[in-house]
Structures are given as structure tokens and as C-alpha cells.
């Protein structure tokens, strides 16, 4: 089982989760133009996905994800709020819906949705599994709970969104409403949130920890490497930050 990072950031997010033969897309915030560079940068092309995941209806989230699913005749999976936030399209064969709590069987991966707390119709995150390894994502989320840190248990990597240092966010020009809605209990994880989300779930067997969607505006890499560094008790250099453009290279949970 391996992952990649195609791109995480307000301007667009995708991650490609593999296990076997089964390959599965979770968001696809880019053009398909876009998304195929990305893809083919990864090694891929599109006509190997066996599905794509949207976790809420934000646009560096869903992207092009119905053109996908049409082009490629692959299924989408999402909520049921999300598909009404996006207009309720039609997908003729290849809309699927995810619940909390109901695993998603694709070929030899295992998709696990949970829901998180987030200013959209009816966000869901992912824990995904092999059956033996497990990589948990975590981006756009406000705050903690305990359902959250539940789902996250036991992983063998964990995607962490990092959105913010907060003495950033504080001194930065964004105005007090924007300011807010990032700050509340349905906006996005700052450093300190997510380093204190992976305290609570770290454990020995834990292989890989990255930080994602990182504001180019209200943080830096070395702050979040410095966040998650602390709470796990590694080095900065052993956490791997998503780019905004690049991503990352596979990371293998083997």
C-alpha cells in the first residue's frame, strides 16, 4: 500500500491512494487538463483510477471530479450533502454515496468514512486500509473530536491538514470575519491543533506523518515540521509537507 500527494493547498488538492491494483483518487481540485500533468508526474494516467472520492463540496476539493468520473466511467463517491451542494448532478452508473461509519470496498482497498466538523453540506474524511496497514486523511476540519480521533487510531501513516500558524494568521490581513471562520470549530486545523490531533493518536507502528493543505498566506513549512516534529518527538526533517504545486512522491506503508 503506498500513497501521493498531486497538489494540497487553497488552490487545489488531490491524493491518490493505492493498494494492489486498486487505485483510488480522494478529491480532485485541479482542471482535468491540470489533473492528468499531475497524474502523469506521479507515474499515472487517469484510465488507471478505479474511483475518485470528493470529500465536500469546496472547489479545490471537487475540481473536475464529475468530468473525471464521465471521461474515465469510473465511480464517484461522496455524501449525499455534498451531491446537493454541487447541484444534485446526474451520473447515470457511476454515483455512489458514502455514509459515516459504512465501509467502501474498491478492489483491495478499503475505504473508511468519517465525518469531521467543517463549513460544508456533509464533509467526510477517509481512513484508508489494505487490511493490514492503515493511512488516515484528515484536511479541512475545524476542531477535534472524539469520533475524529477515533478514525485515526492505529494508522500506520496519517495526512494532517496544517492550515495555519495562528501568530500568522493573527498578524495577517485577512479581515476579522475570514479571520474567524478559519478559527472556528468549522474552519480549518491550525499547527497547534493538528500537533495535539497527532499526540492523541500517535502509537509505535506509526511510519509516515505529513502535513497538508498548508495556507501559503498564514504558514511555512518549517513551522508545521516544527509542530509535528514536537508532538511526536522526531525531526522537522522526518515530517513531509504537501505542496502546493508538487505534493509529494509515493510513501510506501510497507
Not at 18 to 28: K, M, P, Q, T, Y
Not at 118 to 133: K, V
Not at 218 to 229: M, S
Not at 238 to 246: F, G, M, Q
Amino acid at each position: 500500500m503506498r500513497f501521493c500527494s498531486l497538489g494540497s493547498g487553497s488552490s487545489g488538492n488531490a491524493t491518490v491512494v493505492e493498494a494492489g491494483r486498486s487505485r483510488v483518487l480522494i478529491d480532485c481540485g485541479f482542471s482535468l487538463r491540470e489533473l492528468d500533468g499531475r497524474l502523469g508526474r506521479a507515474g499515472l494516467q487517469a484510465s488507471q483510477l478505479d474511483a475518485v472520492f470528493v470529500t465536500h463540496e469546496h472547489g479545490d476539493h471537487v475540481g473536475c471530479a464529475l468530468s473525471l468520473a464521465r471521461r474515465e466511467g469510473i465511480p464517484l463517491w461522496t455524501s449525499r450533502g455534498t451531491w446537493r451542494a454541487i447541484g444534485a448532478p446526474e451520473l447515470p452508473g457511476l454515483l455512489q454515496f458514502a455514509r459515516d461509519g459504512e465501509p467502501i470496498g474498491i478492489g483491495d482497498l478499503q475505504l473508511h468514512p468519517y465525518t469531521v466538523p467543517h463549513d460544508a453540506g456533509e464533509p467526510l474524511q477517509l481512513r484508508c486500509s489494505d487490511g493490514a496497514r492503515h493511512l488516515g486523511v484528515l484536511t479541512d476540519a475545524g476542531c477535534a473530536t472524539a469520533h475524529l480521533l477515533e478514525q485515526l487510531q492505529g494508522c500506520t501513516a496519517l495526512l494532517l491538514e496544517c492550515n495555519h500558524d495562528l501568530a500568522m494568521l493573527a498578524a495577517s490581513r485577512y479581515p476579522a470575519s475570514l479571520k474567524a471562520r478559519i478559527l472556528g470549530r468549522l474552519g480549518h486545523l491550525s499547527n497547534d491543533t493538528a500537533a495535539q490531533i497527532l499526540a492523541d493518536t500517535l502509537h509505535g507502528g506509526l511510519r509516515h506523518v505529513v502535513a497538508a493543505h498548508l495556507s501559503e498566506q498564514n504558514n511555512r513549512p518549517e513551522l508545521a515540521r516544527a509542530a509535528l516534529a514536537a508532538a511526536c518527538g522526531g525531526a522537522p526533517q522526518d515530517i513531509v509537507v504537501a505542496d502546493p504545486l508538487e505534493g509529494f512522491g509515493w510513501l510506501s506503508l510497507c
